[in-house]
């Protein structure tokens, strides 16, 4: 097991420290909680830049790093929800883009292609980060408010916006090489079909080709 990895799965191990921090009631605990969830979200950035400076990018690594990233992010908006400091319905909808993304990287792995993390996508997950510690330290420090308003939920609101748009850009960049994906292997079938006709089949064959 290599060093990014090591990392990735420490984020993993984080989540439960994080969870029983949030919802326990305790001197200074929110402090501690807020410093966990930046210590955790540090490290997804260490494992990515290590991994891609000593040349450590391995399948295992690229599985378990957005379901480090899910888990940490996830398990956080859920106890605030909990504790009353975020909508519900904001939660589940930031929830469930999290999860359908995920069931749409799936879906491409299985035809044979990779979905990319997006720009948006990585602009999201700064976000959260800034939204979920922010909400943490308003229960700390008052001055972060401003009589009725949140900074932390109005993060919260840029967090659902960037993840909705990033959620369109992935199942638009899912259809285009769906649809390349289709086609290739529509080609490789009826050079294979060719191949077995016999040589006065091979006209179709090139049409096809410099079809595509």
């Known amino acids: 097991m290599n060093f990014p990895i090591s990392l990735t799965l420490l984020r993993i191990f984080f989540v439960p420290l994080l969870v029983v921090l949030l919802l326990t009631k305790g001197h200074n605990l929110d402090l501690w909680a807020a410093g966990v969830f930046l210590l955790a979200a540090v490290t997804d950035?260490?494992?990515?830049?290590?991994?891609?400076?000593?040349?450590?990018?391995?399948?295992?690594?690229?599985l378990l790093d957005p379901i480090a990233d899910k888990l940490l992010t996830c398990s956080a908006f859920i106890s605030l929800v909990e504790l009353g400091l975020v909508p519900a319905w904001m939660v589940v909808i930031i929830v469930g883009r999290e999860f359908a993304v995920s069931g749409l990287r799936a879906i491409a792995s299985a035809e044979g292609f990779v979905l990319q993390a997006s720009e948006l996508g990585k602009t999201k997950m700064v976000l959260q980060v800034a939204a979920i510690t922010t909400v943490v330290l308003e229960r700390h420090y008052a001055r972060l408010r401003i009589e009725d308003y949140h900074a932390g939920v109005a993060?919260?609101?840029?967090?659902?916006?960037?993840?909705?748009?990033?959620a369109g850009q992935y199942f638009w960049s899912f259809w285009k090489k769906l649809d390349v994906s289709v086609k290739q292997r529509a080609s490789r079938a009826v050079v294979f079909r060719v191949g077995e006709k016999g040589q006065e089949e091979k006209v179709p064959q090139e049409r096809d080709v410099a079809a595509q």
């Open 155 to 166: 993060l919260v609101w840029l967090v659902m916006l960037f993840a909705l748009v990033s």
């Open 45 to 62: 950035f260490l494992d990515g830049y290590f991994a891609r400076k000593r040349g450590q990018i391995t399948a295992l690594g690229i």
